[in-house]
């Protein structure tokens, strides 16, 4: 099956400093990426989706310049969390689609920032 | 727009029992329908999807869910329940973008 990676699996930084998380689809090119933010217990929450080549497009009351995302490639999408503050702790998931199999999210393992 | 409903929030089983989750959905269109589990501190795994070939999908683990059009329903089962199915279960539906439930807890018991 199509497989999504994502790294770091956890990161805990000092407040205001900027982490980045990577996503990476690892057997298939993927023609758009989503970011997503899961607090605990609760369901996804989509931030974001990107396609490669293009500026993300950002889901209403995402701070687009706290969270950059960046789809340089066909198999790579960076979230970068810029001056983090504690209010920023969060499970963050990505997922990929490809063509082909444009219905469906594959889903990476998850990232978990702890800002102190 | 698209939607779905997952009706209960937890489910408790025991071991070897009937698992059924439901999910309901809303979709001016014929939707996809997906189902996904999730363990603790992981992402989401496909169970399985209906993307309108057969209203019966089989899914991974032994999981199945039957698409209802007339009662715009598509409810997850396992026969017997595993300990290794405690989980967090999300339906969702794939429009535009993808529509999450707000996730349905399995507990096995012993």
């Known amino acids: 099956g199509a497989v999504v990676s994502q790294h770091p699996s956890r990161v805990i930084c000092k407040s205001g400093t900027s982490v980045k998380i990577e996503c990476r689809s690892l057997?298939?090119?993927?023609?758009?990426m989503f970011w997503y933010r899961q607090f605990p217990k609760q369901s996804l929450m989509l931030m974001a989706t990107?396609?490669?080549?293009?500026?993300?497009?950002?889901e209403q009351g995402v701070e687009k310049d706290k969270f950059l995302i960046n789809h340089a490639s066909l198999t790579l999408s960076t979230l970068t969390v810029t001056s983090a503050h504690p209010e920023d702790s969060s499970f963050y998931i990505c997922?990929?689609?490809?063509?082909?199999?444009?219905?469906?999210?594959?889903f990476g393992p998850g990232t978990r920032l702890t800002v102190l | 727009a698209q939607s779905v409903t997952q009706l209960g929030s937890h489910v408790s089983v025991s071991e070897g029992a009937l698992v059924l989750l439901r999910c309901n959905y809303s979709?001016?269109?014929?939707?996809?329908l997906f189902w996904y589990v999730q363990y603790p501190n992981q992402g989401l795994q496909l169970l399985l999807k209906?993307?309108?070939?057969?209203?019966l999908v089989k899914g991974i683990n032994g999981f199945e869910a039957e698409f209802k059009k007339s009662e715009t329903s598509f409810h997850l089962t396992k026969p017997s329940a595993h300990m290794s199915d405690a989980a967090e279960y999300f339906c969702?539906?794939?429009?535009?973008?993808?529509?999450f439930g707000a996730g349905t807890r399995l507990t096995v018991k012993p």
């Open positions: 979709s001016s269109v014929p939707p996809y």
């Open positions: 209906y993307t309108s070939a057969a209203t």
């Open positions: 990107s396609n490669e080549g293009s500026k993300a497009t950002y």
């Open positions: 057997d298939f090119q993927a023609t758009t």
């Open positions: 997922s990929a689609r490809f063509r082909g199999d444009t219905d469906t999210q594959y």
């Open positions: 969702a539906v794939s429009g535009e973008d993808m529509r």
